[in-house]
């Protein structure tokens, strides 16, 4: 089991920046595909995007052009830098971890593990 930690959600205004950070307990970080997902009140978790073990990433077209997923594998960390940020963004962002192939990446069944969460508010 992978113990995942998500920091840097805050209250920002639209069109600011933030940067999510998710650490990871994992000697294996490198092996794992890391996504990053959203919940706003009231709807049902969506994928944001992903950054595969191999390097390959990838995001929801709702985000496409203005977040930008990387990892450190020396620091067992991804990030989740957020440009351009929306009122409609405003959710709690959870990482989340997996070595599996079962479902499309785009899937939360996908991932085995995930972190706590943290909440990103924009502000109009």
């Known amino acids: 089991q992978v113990h995942l930690a998500e920091s840097g959600g805050g209250l920002v205004q639209a069109g600011g920046s933030l940067r999510l950070s998710c650490a990871a307990s994992?000697?294996?970080?490198?092996?794992?595909?890391m996504g990053w997902f959203r919940q706003a009140p009231g709807k049902e978790r969506e994928f944001v995007g992903i950054?595969?073990?191999?390097?390959?990433?990838y995001y929801a077209d709702s985000v496409k052009g203005r977040f930008t997923i990387s990892r450190d594998n020396a620091k067992n960390t991804v990030y989740l830098q957020m440009n351009s940020l929306k009122p409609e963004d405003t959710a709690v962002y959870y990482c989340?971890?997996?070595?599996?192939?079962?479902?499309?990446?785009?899937?939360?069944?996908?991932?085995?593990?995930w972190g706590q969460g943290t909440q990103v508010t924009v502000s109009s």
């Open positions: 994992a000697r294996t970080f490198s092996s794992l595909d």
């Open positions: 989340a971890a997996t070595t599996n192939s079962y479902y499309p990446y785009y899937n939360e069944r996908q991932y085995d593990d």
């Open positions: 950054v595969r073990r191999s390097g390959n990433i």
